[in-house]
């Protein structure tokens, strides 16, 4: 790869979904409807994509650790824009505030990654773009800034629709660039188990 090339997606890091994916719980307070397994072939978002687009529901982005790179994968495929109404990078505190709507409280009490701040990403993207669903990602992706509560590769990844917001917590210790292809094949994936 050449300096200033941009290589979000990773094969190798990447893999398809399994054939036959079963949907979990629903989120908070989400009515328990129809659960019936979704067949998936290709790439996460192509996948994601597909099943957005045929129910007619949009989708939002507030990434930080991950720069623009889950913005990236979403919108290789083509007819992205049918679904992805917009994103924000907001890599500092203040974007954060400005942008997502995140409490300065919140910040404060928790620090940038935190569950509680990926949530407030996530809902304030929601809200903001008036989508259907929004994740929300934040972390540390090294080398330094790590503590003993939070070391380096810790993710939030947060996913917000009409049932509420779900955040998960992850480990993902790489160098910078598998950090960020990692944490963006787990937040689609996330996406993915509740569509």
Request: net charge positive; charged share 20%.
């Amino acid at each position: 790869m050449r300096g200033g090339d941009i290589h979000c997606g990773n094969p190798e890091v990447s893999p398809a979904p399994p054939a036959v994916k079963r949907r979990p719980a629903a989120l908070p307070g989400e009515p328990a409807g129809k659960r019936t397994g979704v067949k998936a072939g290709g790439a996460p978002e192509a996948v994601i994509l597909r099943l957005l687009t045929e129910r007619r529901q949009t989708l939002a982005l507030a990434e930080s650790c991950t720069g623009g790179c889950l913005a990236h994968r979403i919108t290789n495929v083509p007819g992205a824009s049918a679904v992805l109404l917009g994103g924000v990078v907001a890599y500092s505190n203040a974007a954060k505030k400005k942008f997502l709507g995140v409490r300065a409280q919140t910040l404060a009490a928790h620090g940038a990654v935190s569950e509680a701040v990926a949530r407030e990403m996530a809902e304030g993207a929601r809200n903001r773009f008036g989508t259907d669903f929004a994740l929300g990602v934040t972390g540390i992706a090294g080398p330094a800034g790590g503590t003993k509560r939070k070391p380096v590769g810790t993710v939030f990844i947060a996913l917000a629709g009409a049932g509420g917001t779900i955040v998960e917590r992850k480990l993902n210790a790489y160098k910078r660039m598998k950090f960020k292809q990692v944490t963006t094949r787990q937040a689609l994936a996330l996406l993915h188990l509740y569509l």
